[in-house]
């Protein structure tokens, strides 16, 4: 081995032989690489495929995420588990409206944020009447940060919320079931038995499927101080970041602002919770990995199964060729060559193996992504899985094929040449 | 230059009797040698063959090649000093059947450090000096037995040897055959090849200067032979003859 690492031009023209050598070799028994090689295959199409559903599923979750917002923080009151707050009543724990005034001015990084009230409520227009629909109190800034747009009429202004006006965004859904005119701006409907005005007509949210249960497809959209006046319903707030990299800063931005306009003791546990899409995306992105490895490890334990059977081949070639080691060591072969040769032909096996396991995981993708409701659509195999089944191939090669190889460069090339 | 061996000794065990292959064996081969050792099955000629040829080692002794120790080397030295040093011919060809006459031929040049081009030129040009310009790229199974044993000689010529080791190259041959590659040889030997070839046939031990007859190990005759060849052709003819 020292002179073959010494002469790296005589192993890379030695490779080179033992590659054109072992394709040679596995060309002529055809039928019995292939069947050698199924075990690679199966293993390598099993991670494949594994890898790419399981990505396809990461990607379709994070762009789940990315329709609530990335930049957006949620702050919601919460009842701390220790501390003298624990048992406090929930009045005590509730946001106020005035718990955020001047937010923006102590938060640099919070760009903009939007107080909510949400209560529910039955909603008439003539004699068509809609129970238990959300109605939602919001301020201007809701629109930017749920960017969602106003297809006739305009958006809830600061004028409306100032004012308490008592106007109303409804979603197209809600204007069918109440049987509005189609330019329904300016037609009036009852929130409980109060006349609001429509004032525009706001896009539906983004139907998440996957998180089909989360969003309410009744919901109508008035301004914060009036929902506030009528009702002085449940809150929370909306925040969002200035950007995506300081996401953490605005966390702990909003979190010292509210301990103190909530007069919270040092030591005390918080009376709110504060958490950022962003975070969940974090969290999430190191549970798939955690599962990716975690399932791509348990199947590639079918590798090593198609490893016992190169093993086994690569001792049926060893003990057919005996002669031929026998002459090649005759001829000036050194035991390190013949371990070479032998161990390239293993590899290459598993490469051949590897590359046609690959082609079966792409259709196996193909399949599982055409699955319908299995919200794999997005399955694909990356790149990363790809180098690491050549990877996963060329270590089981090595391995399996070490033992075989390491038998015929012993072998005794008087021995070798009498055998048969 | 050129084999000398100092009191070689090669013992087996079998089991707890020890076999004496080779017992106290010198011997000195010069440059531009033909010479043909014989002796029975069991005489120790095989194994002499091995440890000439460097494929084997003795248990005691000195083995000189070309004024170098050989007798204590690593597998990968000897490797080393048979691809460099030695050709060999044996009685079954030994072609690998899937590589063409040239390939089969390059065989020893793939484990030495030559490049491509060099490599396929020394092929070509001693494949020409067996004759077989013609036959490079045809496979062992498209050759005749002559042909193949030419391919054999073509490749332990090929890095050109100090010595050619034959180990009964015609016994796989018919007369005719035999005939040619032993005019081979004698070609070989007058451009100036050390050739020691190992056999049975006086008739093909005829065809060297020197004739060497072991027996149990040891060597019994060791002399210069100066007769011309019989030819073949009457030897051929005598039982019919008779």
């Known amino acids: 081995m020292f002179r073959l690492i010494r002469f790296p031009a005589r192993l890379v023209r030695l490779l080179l032989a033992s590659t054109a050598l072992a394709l040679g070799q596995i060309w002529a028994n055809k039928v019995r690489s292939m069947l050698t090689t199924i075990g690679i295959v199966i293993g390598v199409a099993a991670v494949t495929a594994v890898i790419a559903a399981l990505s396809g599923l990461q990607a379709k979750v994070l762009k789940e995420f990315e329709t609530f917002g990335t930049n957006n923080i949620f702050i919601g009151p919460s009842r701390p588990e220790t501390g003298p707050k624990r048992n406090a009543p929930w009045q005590t724990i509730r946001f106020y409206p005035d718990h955020f005034d001047g937010m923006l001015e102590h938060c640099p990084s919070i760009a903009r944020f939007t107080r909510l009230a949400r209560y529910s409520q039955t909603i008439r227009h003539r004699e068509k009447t809609l129970e238990n629909v959300t109605i939602v109190g919001i301020e201007p800034d809701w629109h930017v940060i749920e960017s969602r747009s106003i297809t006739l009429g305009r958006p809830i202004s600061v004028i409306d919320t100032d004012h308490t006006r008592q106007v109303c965004l409804i979603t197209p859904d809600m204007r069918d079931k109440l049987r509005l005119d189609r330019d329904c701006v300016g037609q009036s409907i009852y929130i409980g038995p109060r006349l609001f005005q429509i004032v525009g007509l706001v896009e539906k949210r983004v139907e998440s499927s996957m998180f089909g249960g989360f969003s309410e497809p009744m919901e109508v959209y008035i301004p914060f101080q009036t929902a506030w006046q009528l009702e002085q319903p449940w809150m929370f707030v909306v925040a969002s970041s200035a950007s995506t990299d300081v996401s953490e800063e605005a966390r702990a931005e909003a979190r010292f602002f509210l301990r103190r306009q909530r007069q919270l003791r040092p030591g005390e546990p918080d009376t709110f919770r504060i958490e950022a899409v962003e975070q969940f995306v974090r969290q999430f992105n190191q549970l798939a990995v955690m599962m990716t490895l975690i399932a791509g490890g348990v199947v590639s334990i079918t590798l090593l199964v198609g490893g016992v059977g190169i093993m086994n081949i690569m001792l049926v070639s060893v003990s057919e060729r005996t002669r031929e080691i026998g002459l090649r060591k005759a001829v000036g072969a050194r035991p390190s060559a013949i371990l070479l040769q032998f161990l390239v032909e293993a590899v290459a096996l598993c490469f051949v193996g590897g590359a046609m396991g690959l082609a079966v995981g792409q259709a196996l993708t193909y399949a599982i992504s055409n699955i319908p409701n299995a919200q794999l659509e997005e399955a694909f195999i990356p790149m990363w899985a790809i180098a690491t089944a050549f990877g996963f191939a060329a270590v089981v090669g090595l391995v399996f094929g070490m033992f075989p190889a390491w038998k015929a460069s012993r072998l005794d090339p008087i021995e070798a040449l009498r055998h048969e | ?242």
Do not use: W
């Open chain 2, 1 to 242: 230059m050129g084999i000398e061996l100092t009191d070689i000794t090669k013992f087996y065990r079998v089991g707890v009797e020890e076999i004496r292959a080779l017992d106290g064996v010198s011997l000195t081969i010069g440059d531009n040698e033909y010479v043909a050792i014989m002796g029975a099955s069991g005489s120790g000629k095989s194994t002499m063959m091995n440890i000439m040829g460097c494929l084997d080692q003795p248990t005691t002794g000195v083995y000189l090649l070309d004024g170098n120790a050989v007798q204590r080397l690593g597998a990968a030295a000897l490797a080393q000093v048979r691809n460099e040093r030695i050709g060999f011919v044996f009685q079954s060809f030994e072609l690998l059947p899937r590589l063409t006459a040239l390939k089969n031929v390059e065989l020893p040049l793939l484990y030495s450090d030559m490049g491509f081009l060099k490599r396929r030129r020394l092929a070509r040009e001693s494949l020409e000096r067996v004759g077989l310009a013609d036959r490079m790229t045809h496979r062992p199974n498209q050759l005749s037995g002559g042909q193949k044993q030419r391919v054999a000689i073509a490749r332990a010529l090929v890095n050109r040897p100090t010595i050619l080791l034959a180990d009964e190259p015609t016994g796989n041959l018919d007369s005719k055959t035999t005939t040619d590659i032993l005019a081979l040889f004698d070609d070989l030997y007058a451009q100036g090849q050390t050739i020691v070839l190992v056999t049975h046939e006086e008739e093909v031990a005829s065809h060297a200067k020197r004739i060497i007859r072991m027996r149990d190990g040891k060597i019994v005759e060791d002399f210069a032979n100066h007769r011309e060849p019989s030819p073949r052709v009457r030897a051929q003819e005598l039982p019919c003859s008779a």
